[in-house]
């Protein structure tokens, strides 16, 4: 279809991008009671990626929602985009999304056509996740934004966290890095079509492999890495978990032409964002500055990060790589000595 | 003098880059509203060989690249 609308022309932010800071949204929960509920298993506290709650002993639900303003022109593939990014916290928990229901911001000048696409492909990703979509809510905004609530299942002792990785565990990372600044270059039409196309096939990638492959082993932990960039989900799995994390930086795979844009300072806001949260608890090494802000990089869809038990890892990293073969041995977790949390090594 | 205030990123590095590939100036003077953009700019004039200094001017920053 030709596209008159430029989408993304729309968008102050960039998909995962606009998400608010980490530190930023502790302050604004501050002070605010938290009621429990013994069967809530995973609730806000961890800052995890969907909040678990136990039906009975074989069976937990998983909610999560997640929207976002256009990343990409083709309206299509954005609500495809945005439902893949929003499937996946469920994944990230070791969960089956089985309900989904429409979040959707339009301008009220917006062709009906381009809104169609839109709905489409978030209709077309979430069958794709054997997932349904049973409803939603529109409202007017001049800024458009699409993305699903999705409910999901998963075995209450089989929930993974972003905090159970121990000392010993091997990590695992399913994506290269550099999305969001193949994003933002593209905002300035600096992206090459390879490298957009690269971008969006990563971004349209289900995380259905990798969680499907994961728990078939003993994983202790496990997280998406979307807004907060690598090294924001790492601190917030360390910090969750007691341990610090170090990583083999020359073995995390970073999108060479979102590298090149790195080093050219074509930089997006939520990369400085995520630094400012994560740089305390970062020792970074002798890593260039270009490579640190890949590391930075908020992720629109990215991929799982998961902390295995080192007697699995082998076998997880060759089952793995055959479902998804972008995924990598990215480091390990270490028992915690005090101060940073986070290590990068050449 | 390159004004790149209300522009979001990356046009204020993208408005630098191509002065300096067009012109390749000794100096160069870049008012720009935010420190993101301050941070993008520095980051592509140290690879390109100039040395950045910038004050802050009300909500503005100005940035100074010379060789």
Redesign the interface.
Known sequence: MENEVKLTKLASCAGCGAKVGAGVLAQLLDGIRVRTDPNLLVGFDKSDDASVYRISDELALVQTVDFFPPIVDDPYVFGAIAATNALSDVYAMGGEPKLALNVMAIPADMPKEVVHEMLRGGYDKAYEAGAIITGGHSILDPEPKYGLAVTGFVHPDRVLTNSGAVPGDVLFLTKPLGIGILTTAAKAELTTPAGMTLAQKLMLTLNRGARDVMVNYRVHACTDVTGFGLLGHCTEMAQGSGVEIHLDVNAIDLIPEALEFARMGVLPEGMYRNRTFAEPHVDAGEAALAVQDMLYDPQTSGGLLIAVDPQDADELFEELRDAVPSAQRIGTAEEYRGGKRIFLHQ | MIDARGL????P??MV?KEVQKNAPQELTVRVD???CV???????H?QGYEVQYTQDGGDFVLTLHK
Not at chain 2, 8 to 11: A, F, H, T
């Open positions: 979001s990123c990356p046009m590095v993208v880059q935010s420190m993101v941070e993008n700019i520095t980051r592509y004039a690879l």
